[in-house]
């Protein structure tokens, strides 16, 4: 069975093609760093030997084993306590936090490789840290300055994990309906309730578990409106900000679920004596925004999940195809299954869409930096507004696609992929969740077209296809890349015309937009990846003029090519059934027709 490596010479390339780490490092907020791309690929090495060698030899323990309650206590896989307390000690926690809290304070891209690796070696195991790092963002971003000082430092050393607390039983996604209950008292409240699916509520792995919980202080307005947040620890902290007491809270239950089974999925219920003693993050009833700050961290990383378990899946499934000795070659000799056309289509599909995955995920972790730190006001809006506009197609198409490879990697296989022992199908049950959790794919299509596209007339898009148009006139001008431009000139003009078609849909009919949602979704991803893999094609091409022999970019050539020939013209399907929607009577159908 093949170990998970680190893919280094593809985050190489795309680190020192494909996107601009000059202008990154000179951002005032990194200049202390004095980093350059040789750095960062370093920093990538080093997190790359981290995960191969320490987290993915638990990969199969976390599956099989899993994360059990014993004694009302949930103890986690064998190996993950240790492996928390290495990422810790190594500081990977922190890598992208403030300096001032014990952070690394490097920029985004850097957290969003690692993040990548750390996924691939076992994503159940990377669920914690992620989550962690998640709080500790929502904490930094509008705790109070007591509040930082109190929680970061533990947090961002690992001695500490964190949790978010949204969904309920009877809320699901609607967050507006949620009952958790908060009571003041004194310095504090008092929470009450339950909440589920709280992935790493409890362990054993650290000495604290830092809980952020949504919930309605008494008196406070229905829905939204009427949300606030809220700080609860596992244990209260002693006069010397140590953990003292347990808090009212604890885990009633563990979840048995298709995948993930390394990460624990807990029912968490507030409150049983009394009340969890709880401590307002931000303003009475501004929750959910300050939440959103930590769940928009969340959904980039859940896109990564489809990015990283897309290059395990296929690392493995690479490994089997030239060991596994099954029929005849062209020349009527027994050959290694790498040598049949459906096996080669099947990898080739794994490798262009992971490596496509990967140059799209780590430009926009650009971008999030310049957003946050570019000191033009007026051009770090206009960034954030292109993030807001990618954040929902990262999570929701990448997951989709994670999805795809995963199951290619289990085909690869043949019956052996269908066994549980070949490890190949916990690929595929890991990456499952990915498309439903932080905001299921269909709820990620309805933002991006009601609210990213809906609410600025379709600009921020048309900036970005404009870009893409940039890169396609110097694909037709390239005297070789030129012969592959009309793909991508394609699926531009594709995504151009379903842009105003569901601007048009969401003033005539909204519920016809929601339709053509998803797949508008599809269409977008499908030609951002288009666009990023145009681009390697131009720098293969250049890179081989300079060396015929270069074996790296002529496996980039092939991939490029294979990409922009069988997997772009799926956009165009995409548009098709976006501009159907236009016209389909499916909302109007009625509901016992279904059967």
Not at 320 to 329: F, I, M
Request: proline letters at 3%.
């Amino acid at each position: 069975m093949a170990n998970y490596r680190a893919p280094i010479e593809d985050i190489e390339f795309v680190i020192k093609n494909l996107i601009d780490f000059d202008a990154l490092a000179a951002l005032p907020a990194f200049a202390e760093h004095e980093m350059d791309s040789d750095f960062a690929v370093a920093v990538m090495e080093e997190a790359g030997k981290f995960a191969s060698g320490v987290l993915a030899p638990n990969r199969e323990a976390g599956d099989q084993v899993g994360s059990v309650m014993v004694d009302g206590q949930v103890k986690l896989a064998p190996g993950y306590d240790e492996a928390f307390k290495q990422m810790g000690e190594a500081g990977w926690y922190a890598i992208s936090m403030p300096v001032e809290y014990g952070g690394q304070g490097l920029p985004e891209l850097f957290n969003t490789s690692a993040n990548e690796m750390w996924t691939a070696a076992d994503i159940a195991f990377s669920l914690g840290p992620l989550l962690s790092a998640g709080a500790a963002l929502a904490i930094s971003a509008h705790g109070s300055e007591e509040q930082k000082q109190t929680y970061l430092p533990n947090m961002l050393s690992g001695v500490w994990s964190g949790t978010m607390n949204l969904t309920e039983p009877q809320s699901g996604s609607d967050l507006a309906t949620i009952k958790t209950k908060a009571v003041p008292q004194g310095d504090h409240y008092l929470i009450s309730g339950q909440k589920i699916y709280i992935s790493y509520g409890d362990h054993d792995a650290t000495s604290n578990i830092i809980h952020l919980v949504l919930a309605r202080i008494e008196g406070a307005p229905e829905g939204t409106g009427g949300i606030s947040l809220f700080i609860v620890p596992k244990f209260t902290l002693d006069a010397d900000g140590n953990p003292g007491d347990r808090n009212d809270v604890h885990c009633v239950s563990v979840e048995h679920k298709l995948g993930i089974h390394g990460s624990p999925t807990c029912v968490m219920q507030y409150g049983d004596n009394g009340g969890a003693v709880g401590y307002l993050v931000g303003k009475e009833n501004r929750g959910l925004q300050a939440m959103f700050t930590m769940m928009n961290e969340a959904r980039l990383k859940v896109g990564i999940e489809g990015l990283g378990v897309s290059e395990a899946a296929y690392q493995h499934a690479l490994w089997y195809a030239k060991d596994r000795v099954q029929g005849r070659d062209g020349q009527g000799q027994r050959a290694a299954i790498i040598k049949h056309p459906d096996v080669r289509r099947m990898l080739m599909t794994m490798k262009s869409l992971t490596e496509a995955m990967r140059a799209y995920a780590y430009n926009e972790a650009i971008n999030f930096d310049i957003a946050h730190h570019h000191p033009h006001s007026e051009l770090g809006a206009a960034m954030q507004r292109r993030v807001d506009l990618m954040i929902p197609v990262i999570k929701g198409w990448m997951t989709e696609v994670g999805q795809e490879t995963a199951s290619l990697g289990v085909q690869i296989h043949g019956g052996m992929g269908y066994v549980e022992e070949t490890g190949a199908a916990q690929f595929m049950r890991d990456i499952r969740i990915a498309a439903i959790y932080e905001g299921t794919n269909g709820i990620q299509a309805a933002d991006l077209v009601g609210r990213k596209i809906g609410m600025d007339g379709g600009q921020a898009m048309m900036a970005v296809i404009e870009e893409m148009e940039g890169v396609l006139a110097t694909m037709q001008g390239h005297g070789k890349a030129s012969a592959h431009a009309g793909y991508l000139a394609s699926a531009i003009a594709g995504l151009k015309d379903s842009t105003a078609a569901v601007l048009a849909m969401l003033q005539a009919n909204p519920g016809q937009a929601m339709l053509a949602s998803f797949n508008y979704m599809m269409q977008a991803g499908y030609c951002f990846g288009g666009y990023h893999m145009a681009r390697a094609m131009i720098v293969a091409y250049d890179k081989l003029q300079e060396d015929a022999s270069n074996a790296q970019m002529q496996a980039k050539l092939h991939s490029t090519r294979f990409y922009l020939e069988h997997i772009l013209p799926r956009a165009d399907t995409c548009g098709q059934s976006v501009r159907n929607s236009n016209s389909d009577d499916l909302l109007g159908m009625p509901d016992e027709l279904f059967g």
